[in-house]
């Protein structure tokens, strides 16, 4: 079988979206090689019937469907896109040739999780979130929020930098180091705005991420930083709206809303609920 010619160069450093995408494509193209396992048996089993008129007809129909799938297979494994892979993986093989933890890694679900990975990068475009903050909003306004904010969570680790414009909030959490970067920044003639990121790369920071992008009360941060928070203070395991600990991808509740509840002072109180991602409405 003749290789295409490549003519891209193969990347030589895949990013996390690069691997899902071309695990997915080596998964769809196994599914399709695993379809041609049976070819032989499906073209010759008229044979094992009766003689009939209709006998040739049908091995002759079976014939041309199993050429047409072995012609797309060979199509689809000569195309650009299944060489510049495989290329890549030969380039990283002759890098360091310890392949031990490739038995670590999953032959299945890749396709799944690629359409997962594109639905979700619909909600939210890159891993930091970039909004409009109050414009209104003060220099002294925001030392005041962040200082009250670290009086009533001084067990997390905090770093301000910046007359806290640049913050760094570090803890764990079910057994996960989070660490999360919020910046108030403010252009020239333009409005506030917020970035907000639980930094890393690991499916459980880039929930994080997705779901503080998709929070309510975007221009609000105190709203912000209670809600970092409260993935610390939110002992809870099970989701708020569910009821359960797993969803059916087998993830934890990463989404933190807070709940309005009336006090006896009349006085509206914010109660932080922990969700899976796909309950949140």
């Not at 990975?117 to 030392?143: F, I, M, R, S, Y």
């Not at 997705?210 to 809870?236: E, G, Q, T």
Request: proline letters at 3%.
């Amino acid at each position: 079988m003749a290789v295409a010619d490549v003519s891209a160069e193969p990347d030589a450093s895949y990013d996390e979206a690069q691997n899902i995408s071309a695990l997915a494509h080596l998964e769809r193209l196994q599914a399709q090689l695993n379809g041609l396992r049976p070819t032989v048996s499906r073209v010759v089993t008229p044979f094992y019937s009766p003689p009939s008129p209709a006998l040739f007809h049908e091995f002759k129909a079976g014939l041309y469907a199993a050429q047409a799938e072995i012609k797309s297979f060979r199509n689809n494994f000569l195309a650009q896109e299944t060489q510049a892979i495989l290329e890549h993986a030969r380039q990283r093989e002759s890098e360091d040739g310890d392949l031990s933890k490739c038995g670590e890694v999953s032959h299945y679900g890749w396709i799944e999780r690629e359409k997962r990975e594109k639905e979700n990068a619909k909600k939210t475009k890159g891993a930091e979130t970039v909004e409009q903050c109050e414009a209104a909003l003060t220099d002294e306004e925001v030392d005041k929020i962040v200082r009250e904010w670290r009086a009533r969570n001084l067990k997390l680790g905090f770093e301000a930098k910046e007359r806290s414009r640049d913050l760094t909030i570090i803890f764990v959490a079910y057994g996960y180091r989070l660490r999360f970067h919020v910046v108030v920044s403010q252009d020239a003639n333009e409005p506030r705005k917020l970035q907000a990121a639980c930094m890393g790369t690991t499916d459980v920071d880039l929930t994080i991420t997705r779901c503080i992008a998709s929070r309510p009360n975007v221009n609000d941060l105190k709203y912000l930083l209670d809600m970092i928070a409260a993935y610390k203070n939110v002992k809870s395991a099970d989701c708020a709206k569910c009821g359960k600990v797993y969803d059916t991808d087998l993830y934890r509740p990463w989404a933190r809303r807070g709940k309005h509840i009336d006090a006896v002072d009349e006085k509206a109180e914010i109660v932080w609920q922990a969700l899976h991602e796909s309950c949140l409405d």
